[in-house]
């Protein structure tokens, strides 16, 4: 069988662990290491939804779901990049996705809130 159609996380190659939404944004240690660069720590939750909960209250601002979100697209293209491009992946390109999809956020977010965006993306990126 071709390692195209395989499940299994391509980000774990050590040992095939079959790939989940679950596991490919919360319970891979590449995922978990990209949440952690924003000084999140993955709870080991059943429930992906009580995860989510969890890090709202850990990054205690009124943008943390345009944080989950863009760090979520951020992990997704970098496995994407691995699958189609055969580029390796990185936490510190993870980061640069990151960085650069959430200054995008700063564009369309409230007025209000710019500031505060940015000011958390200088901070914390």
């Not at 040992?15 to 949440?35: K, Y």
């Not at 969890?54 to 990054?59: D, E």
């Not at 993870?94 to 500031?115: D, G, H, M, S, T």
């Amino acid at each position: 069988m071709s390692n195209f159609l395989t499940y299994n996380c391509v980000f774990c190659t050590s040992m095939p662990i079959e790939e989940s939404v679950t596991h490919l944004f919360l319970d891979c240690p590449f995922a978990q290491t990209c949440w952690a660069t924003l000084g999140l720590i993955v709870p080991h939750l059943q429930d992906p939804f009580l995860t989510v909960v969890m890090f709202k209250a850990q990054l205690h601002c009124p943008f943390a779901l345009e944080i989950l979100i863009t760090m979520s697209w951020s992990i997704w293209s970098i496995r994407n990049d691995l699958i189609f491009k055969g580029i390796q992946p990185s936490v510190q390109r993870c980061k640069a996705i990151f960085r650069k999809e959430f200054a995008l956020v700063i564009l369309r977010a409230k007025a209000a809130y710019q500031p505060h965006i940015s000011q958390w993306l200088d901070h914390y990126v």
